[in-house]
């Protein structure tokens, strides 16, 4: 499995040709865009989202940061998967048990780097822009109709990702006309 800035994995792929690499950066660069143009509101509404993955590498900063001890976090608060994702224990419909009653998060300073990447740099989000930029058929609205409008950043990012795909398959085009 290929992976793609050190946190991007691509099922299936043993590698990433330069080509790829440099239409994965373009999808990774739109997307980036949005965490200017639209910081978080602190709506607490992806608190609530399933699959909160924290790295083994940011257990101890979280566990620090939610003051608890190690062995209580990893038993209270979190579980692994059968394959070896460490997750956010939360009830099915429930919120991150970080995220307080004023829909704030305890562990701001300190939460999982999901969380910081939330909706604009997750896997699902540059994975479809990265395939709509390489497929001109596709229709990028289609591909992100799991975005509620409802959020105040996913319907800016609903509201202007079609341009922005459009933008970058022109930039797309013109380094391939080049090459």
């Not at 690499?21 to 989202?49: N, T, V, W």
């Amino acid at each position: 499995m290929a992976l793609y800035r050190g946190k991007y994995q691509l099922e299936g792929l043993a590698k990433i040709s330069p080509e790829m690499e440099k239409d994965l950066d373009l999808a990774y660069d739109i997307c980036m865009s949005y965490r200017g143009m639209f910081p978080c509101e602190m709506c607490g509404k992806c608190c609530h989202q399933p699959n909160i993955i924290i790295r083994p590498e940011e257990v101890d900063r979280v566990s620090t940061a939610a003051g608890v001890d190690l062995y209580t976090f990893m038993t209270r608060y979190v579980y692994q998967t059968s394959d070896g994702r460490i997750l956010i224990n939360k009830k099915e419909d429930g919120p991150c048990p970080f995220l307080g009653k004023d829909r704030r998060c305890t562990i701001w300073e300190d939460r999982p780097e999901i969380c910081d990447d939330f909706p604009y740099l997750v896997s699902m989000f540059v994975s479809r822009v990265y395939l709509a930029l390489t497929n001109p058929d596709a229709d990028i609205l289609d591909m992100v109709g799991y975005m509620d409008e409802k959020w105040p950043c996913t319907k800016e990012i609903r509201s202007t990702i079609a341009e922005k795909v459009e933008e970058g398959r022109k930039v797309r085009a013109g380094r391939l006309n080049d090459a």
